[in-house]
């Protein structure tokens, strides 16, 4: 693996970690905050803190690696594409969140791989392996588990909520990966402001009540740290890898938010979520080692 290639790869399961603390952190103020309020403050701590970061570092005039090309007219289907399921996506996370237990929607999350893998596929037409086919049929297979609500005979609410914005995630990592190449700092306040915006008009448009100013600043702050510097190191190893190979590493961070999950809310183990915990454990052992073998040679080639 090329010194290249490895810092994408860092840059990925730091994306990974910094998402992870996002759902069970937000359920946690979901207790004091509206799901479409609290989507529009993530989204906007994101797009604040990376402007002001953006800011310090142009005042201290440290510009360091050429950070990537500027926005040109052509990427205006991309950025609108990814503002609006930008907007989408959060707003049915959060609704699914309020329905759901944190440590099931942070396993949930895995689905994002199985939306971004086949877009990449079926739309841009990126390579997808036998091997990778298989650990994604895996990963559907663990979702269908958690979705399933015995007592209904059927998918429950929260589940269905949670996989629709991964779904609509999926489709953006590939719009996002069209601008890979560009600065991924710029392409974070974009979607920070511009999605946190139209977030902010749904929830006012609901009804929802403007929380405490503790309650704000602590969901601003999250959307910082799990969206806004996630996005950022995303956008990066992109660059580099590809939508579907930076999902692939992306995958760790299901786990990292289930185990936080588990800490912060004491949930006793359904024998059901221990089945789907294992097919999710196995479906990203069966991604992830092709997408790095994948990567080895997408970096020799480089």
């Known amino acids: 693996m090329s010194g290249r290639t490895g810092r994408s790869v860092a840059f990925a399961l730091a994306a990974a970690a910094l998402y992870a603390l996002s759902t069970p952190f937000s359920k946690v103020l979901l207790a004091d905050v509206a799901p479409n309020m609290m989507a529009a403050l993530l989204y906007l701590g994101a797009g604040a803190g990376m402007t002001m970061l953006s800011l310090a570092s142009g005042a201290r005039g440290g ?5 990537g090309r500027p926005l040109e007219r052509a990427d205006a289907p991309y950025v609108a594409a990814m503002v609006a399921l930008d907007v989408a996506a959060p707003l049915l996370l959060m609704a699914g969140l309020s329905l759901s237990s944190a440590e099931s929607v942070s396993l949930l999350n895995n689905f994002e791989i199985v939306a971004t893998a086949l877009i990449a596929r079926l739309v841009f037409g990126e390579r997808v392996g036998g091997r990778v086919a298989v650990g994604i049929g895996v990963i559907s297979l663990a979702c269908v588990l958690l979705s399933w609500d015995a007592g209904a005979w059927g998918f429950s609410v929260g589940s269905l909520l949670t996989l629709a914005a991964c779904l609509c995630w999926g489709i953006e990592n590939n719009c996002t990966n069209r601008l890979s190449d560009c600065d ?8 920070g402001w511009g999605s946190g915006a139209g977030a902010l008009v749904v929830a006012l448009c609901a009804g929802d009540a403007l929380p405490t100013l503790v309650d704000a600043g602590l969901a601003l702050l999250l959307g910082f740290v799990s969206y806004g510097l996630s996005i950022a190191c995303y956008v990066r190893a992109q660059r580099d890898l590809g939508a579907a190979r930076t999902s ?3 995958a760790v961070n299901p786990f990292i938010g289930s185990a936080l999950a588990f800490a912060l809310f004491r949930t006793p183990l359904a024998p059901t979520f221990v089945l789907a915990l294992v097919l999710m454990v196995v479906g990203t052992w069966l991604v992830a080692p092709r997408a790095r073998r994948e990567t080895r040679s997408r970096g020799r080639a480089a």
Request: hydrophobic share 50%; proline share 6%.
């Open 63 to 67: 510009e360091g690696e050429v950070r």
């Open 184 to 191: 991924p700092v710029h392409i974070v306040v974009i979607k």
């Open 248 to 250: 692939a590493f992306y």
